[in-house]
Protein backbone atom coordinates (compact mmCIF):
# COMPACT_ATOMS: atom_id res chain seq x y z
CA UNK A 1 0.00 0.00 0.00
CA UNK A 2 3.48 2.14 0.50
CA UNK A 3 4.38 2.22 -2.83
CA UNK A 4 0.29 2.44 -4.32
CA UNK A 5 0.29 5.95 -1.86
CA UNK A 6 3.52 7.29 -3.36
CA UNK A 7 2.42 6.64 -6.91
CA UNK A 8 -0.67 8.58 -6.01
CA UNK A 9 1.36 10.90 -4.73
CA UNK A 10 4.48 11.42 -7.53
CA UNK A 11 1.18 11.29 -10.21
CA UNK A 12 -0.10 14.32 -9.07
CA UNK A 13 3.12 16.28 -8.09
CA UNK A 14 3.69 15.79 -12.02
CA UNK A 15 0.64 16.31 -12.86
CA UNK A 16 0.84 19.91 -15.23
CA UNK A 17 -2.79 20.68 -14.93
CA UNK A 18 -2.71 20.06 -10.96
CA UNK A 19 -2.41 23.41 -8.98
CA UNK A 20 -1.44 21.53 -5.68
CA UNK A 21 1.51 19.62 -7.39
CA UNK A 22 2.30 22.92 -9.59
CA UNK A 23 2.40 25.32 -6.66
CA UNK A 24 4.70 22.43 -4.49
CA UNK A 25 7.23 21.75 -6.81
CA UNK A 26 7.36 25.85 -7.74
CA UNK A 27 7.72 26.75 -4.03
CA UNK A 28 9.42 23.37 -2.47
CA UNK A 29 12.17 20.69 -3.23
CA UNK A 30 10.32 16.70 -2.50
CA UNK A 31 12.63 14.42 -2.42
CA UNK A 32 10.49 10.81 -2.56
CA UNK A 33 12.56 7.35 -1.72
CA UNK A 34 9.64 4.90 -3.96
CA UNK A 35 10.29 1.89 -1.80
CA UNK A 36 12.83 2.03 1.32
CA UNK A 37 13.34 -1.63 0.93
CA UNK A 38 13.26 -3.20 -2.34
CA UNK A 39 15.88 -6.13 -1.81
CA UNK A 40 13.77 -6.90 1.20
CA UNK A 41 10.15 -6.45 -0.76
CA UNK A 42 11.41 -8.76 -3.39
CA UNK A 43 11.62 -11.49 -0.82
CA UNK A 44 8.43 -10.57 0.65
CA UNK A 45 9.42 -9.00 3.84
CA UNK A 46 7.54 -5.59 5.49
CA UNK A 47 10.23 -4.45 7.46
CA UNK A 48 13.48 -6.43 7.02
CA UNK A 49 15.67 -6.14 4.26
CA UNK A 50 17.73 -8.62 2.31
CA UNK A 51 19.82 -9.85 5.25
CA UNK A 52 17.29 -9.35 7.60
CA UNK A 53 17.46 -6.27 9.35
CA UNK A 54 14.56 -4.40 10.85
CA UNK A 55 15.12 -1.26 8.79
CA UNK A 56 12.76 0.91 10.93
CA UNK A 57 14.85 0.57 13.85
CA UNK A 58 18.04 1.43 12.24
CA UNK A 59 17.91 5.14 11.88
CA UNK A 60 19.80 6.19 15.22
CA UNK A 61 22.51 4.25 13.98
CA UNK A 62 22.72 2.70 10.68
CA UNK A 63 25.67 1.38 8.38
CA UNK A 64 26.82 0.77 5.42
CA UNK A 65 27.05 -3.31 5.79
CA UNK A 66 23.90 -3.66 8.09
CA UNK A 67 21.20 -1.30 6.84
CA UNK A 68 22.67 0.42 3.99
CA UNK A 69 19.40 1.70 2.69
CA UNK A 70 18.58 3.52 5.69
CA UNK A 71 22.52 4.82 5.89
CA UNK A 72 22.32 6.63 2.52
CA UNK A 73 19.16 8.11 2.91
CA UNK A 74 20.08 9.63 5.96
CA UNK A 75 23.24 10.56 4.84
CA UNK A 76 21.60 12.94 2.25
CA UNK A 77 19.07 14.09 5.00
CA UNK A 78 22.02 15.56 7.15
CA UNK A 79 23.71 17.24 4.32
CA UNK A 80 20.49 18.96 3.12
CA UNK A 81 18.25 19.41 6.14
CA UNK A 82 15.04 18.14 6.17
CA UNK A 83 11.72 20.73 7.21
CA UNK A 84 8.78 17.81 7.07
CA UNK A 85 9.42 14.09 6.67
CA UNK A 86 6.78 11.75 5.90
CA UNK A 87 7.93 7.76 6.45
CA UNK A 88 4.98 5.90 4.50
CA UNK A 89 3.95 2.38 6.25
CA UNK A 90 0.97 -0.75 6.69
CA UNK A 91 -0.07 -1.45 10.03
CA UNK A 92 -1.29 -5.47 9.97
CA UNK A 93 -3.40 -4.96 13.06
CA UNK A 94 -5.44 -1.17 12.96
CA UNK A 95 -7.80 -0.67 10.38
CA UNK A 96 -7.45 2.54 10.14
CA UNK A 97 -5.34 5.40 8.45
CA UNK A 98 -3.06 7.18 10.89
CA UNK A 99 -0.37 9.20 11.33
CA UNK A 100 2.02 8.24 14.74
CA UNK A 101 3.71 12.10 15.66
CA UNK A 102 6.84 12.64 17.83
CA UNK A 103 5.34 13.54 21.25
CA UNK A 104 8.07 10.89 22.94
CA UNK A 105 11.17 12.66 21.70
CA UNK A 106 13.37 14.82 23.95
CA UNK A 107 13.20 18.21 21.71
CA UNK A 108 9.10 18.11 21.66
CA UNK A 109 7.76 21.26 21.82
CA UNK A 110 4.86 23.51 21.39
CA UNK A 111 6.17 24.55 18.12
CA UNK A 112 6.06 20.72 17.20
CA UNK A 113 3.08 19.88 18.58
CA UNK A 114 0.92 22.66 16.37
CA UNK A 115 2.72 21.90 13.05
CA UNK A 116 1.38 18.59 13.70
CA UNK A 117 -2.05 19.72 14.89
CA UNK A 118 -1.94 21.31 11.88
CA UNK A 119 -1.32 19.11 8.99
CA UNK A 120 -3.71 16.27 11.12
CA UNK A 121 -6.48 19.30 11.16
CA UNK A 122 -6.08 19.83 6.93
CA UNK A 123 -6.29 16.47 6.30
CA UNK A 124 -9.21 15.51 8.31
CA UNK A 125 -11.18 17.97 6.44
CA UNK A 126 -9.13 16.82 3.06
CA UNK A 127 -10.27 13.06 2.86
CA UNK A 128 -12.63 11.07 5.07
CA UNK A 129 -9.90 8.26 4.45
CA UNK A 130 -8.37 9.81 7.69
CA UNK A 131 -9.08 9.55 10.99
CA UNK A 132 -7.31 10.86 14.45
CA UNK A 133 -9.22 8.83 17.25
CA UNK A 134 -7.43 5.31 16.57
CA UNK A 135 -3.73 4.57 16.58
CA UNK A 136 -0.76 3.87 18.40
CA UNK A 137 -0.35 5.01 22.02
CA UNK A 138 1.86 8.25 22.38
CA UNK A 139 5.26 7.73 23.81
CA UNK A 140 6.04 9.36 27.38
CA UNK A 141 7.71 12.57 27.25
CA UNK A 142 11.81 11.40 26.44
CA UNK A 143 10.71 8.31 26.09
CA UNK A 144 10.35 8.08 22.38
CA UNK A 145 12.52 4.87 20.48
CA UNK A 146 14.70 7.13 18.07
CA UNK A 147 15.91 4.59 16.33
CA UNK A 148 12.68 4.90 14.64
CA UNK A 149 12.77 6.54 11.50
CA UNK A 150 10.33 9.62 11.98
CA UNK A 151 11.13 9.55 15.55
CA UNK A 152 14.69 10.06 14.68
CA UNK A 153 14.16 12.73 12.63
CA UNK A 154 11.77 14.49 14.46
CA UNK A 155 14.73 14.73 16.93
CA UNK A 156 17.36 15.38 14.56
CA UNK A 157 16.03 18.21 12.44
CA UNK A 158 13.38 19.72 15.17
CA UNK A 159 10.94 19.33 12.36
CA UNK A 160 7.53 18.33 11.63
CA UNK A 161 7.41 14.09 11.06
CA UNK A 162 5.25 11.66 11.14
CA UNK A 163 5.25 8.03 10.35
CA UNK A 164 1.39 7.41 8.05
CA UNK A 165 0.37 4.13 8.50
CA UNK A 166 -2.50 2.74 6.45
CA UNK A 167 -4.46 -0.73 7.20
CA UNK A 168 -3.54 -4.17 5.18
CA UNK A 169 -7.63 -5.36 4.55
CA UNK A 170 -9.75 -1.90 4.88
CA UNK A 171 -10.59 1.09 6.84
CA UNK A 172 -13.41 0.78 8.70
CA UNK A 173 -14.94 4.16 8.62
CA UNK A 174 -14.73 3.75 4.92
CA UNK A 175 -15.32 -0.09 4.69
CA UNK A 176 -15.40 -1.57 0.95
CA UNK A 177 -16.87 -4.81 1.31
CA UNK A 178 -15.51 -5.71 -2.37
CA UNK A 179 -12.31 -4.28 -2.97
CA UNK A 180 -11.09 -3.22 0.79
CA UNK A 181 -8.23 -0.84 1.22
CA UNK A 182 -7.02 -1.44 -2.22
CA UNK A 183 -4.44 -0.09 -4.72
CA UNK A 184 -6.92 2.70 -6.02
CA UNK A 185 -7.67 3.99 -2.59
CA UNK A 186 -3.94 4.00 -1.19
CA UNK A 187 -3.13 6.09 -4.75
CA UNK A 188 -5.83 8.70 -3.68
CA UNK A 189 -4.95 8.91 -0.62
CA UNK A 190 -1.08 9.38 -1.49
CA UNK A 191 -2.85 12.47 -3.56
CA UNK A 192 -4.93 14.05 -1.04
CA UNK A 193 -2.03 13.62 1.27
CA UNK A 194 -0.26 16.43 -0.91
CA UNK A 195 -3.11 18.92 -0.40
CA UNK A 196 -2.07 18.70 3.48
CA UNK A 197 1.16 19.13 2.52
CA UNK A 198 0.76 22.03 0.96
CA UNK A 199 -1.70 23.49 3.94
CA UNK A 200 0.86 23.16 6.03
CA UNK A 201 3.94 24.63 4.53
CA UNK A 202 3.18 28.52 6.44
CA UNK A 203 3.45 26.39 9.63
CA UNK A 204 6.80 24.99 8.83
Known amino acids: MAEWFIEGLLMRLLDETDTVGKALIENTVIRVVPNMNPDGSIRGHLRHNAIGVNLNR ?4 PSVERSPEVFYVREHMLETGVDMFLDIH ?4 IPYNFVAGSEGVPSYDEKMAAQEN ?3 QALLTITPEFQDEHGYPKSEP ?4 LTVGSKWVAEEFKC ?3 TVEMPFKDHNDQPDEVYGWSPQRSAAFGSDMLAAIWATLPKL
Open 58 to 61: EWQT
Open 90 to 93: GDEA
Open 118 to 120: HFK
Open 142 to 145: GKAN
Open 160 to 162: LSY
